[in-house]
């Protein structure tokens, strides 16, 4: 049973910084790939960023240069790091892992997902 627990999310002004971790147990993350998404209200789940299992990256336009994925093999964590914060990133965001060794944009292709955290970023 692969679980994914998030953690680290909350209240921050805008220009601010926070640090999202999705914790996991049942699947080593170092094998596969994990993607980042976020839901704000009344939008469609949204691809942040992707991580392969070579630790490969990758970004959306709007969060390129500001957020940064990485990963900790020991701890079986990825991380989503999250600076110069805007209003319009506050939303829920969840971890994701795919049975297979590369990210995909597609929330449809992730088979386990962690709960969500709530950002806010306030103006």
């Known amino acids: 049973q692969v679980q994914l627990v998030e953690s680290g999310g909350g209240l921050v002004q805008a220009g601010g910084s926070l640090r999202l971790s999705c914790a996991a147990s049942g699947r080593s993350l170092s094998n596969y790939a994990v993607g980042w998404f976020r839901q704000a209200p009344g939008k469609e789940r949204e691809f942040v960023g992707g991580?392969?299992?070579?630790?490969?990256?990758y970004y959306q336009d709007s969060v390129k240069g500001r957020f940064t994925i990485s990963r900790d093999n020991a701890k079986n964590t990825v991380y989503l790091q999250m600076n110069s914060l805007k209003p319009e990133d506050t939303a829920v965001y969840y971890c994701?892992?795919?049975?297979?060794?590369?990210?995909?944009?597609?929330?449809?292709?992730?088979?386990?997902w962690g709960q969500g955290t709530q950002v806010t970023v306030s103006s």
């Open positions: 994701a892992t795919r049975s297979t060794s590369y990210y995909s944009l597609y929330p449809q292709l992730y088979d386990y």
């Open positions: 991580l392969n299992w070579s630790g490969t990256t």
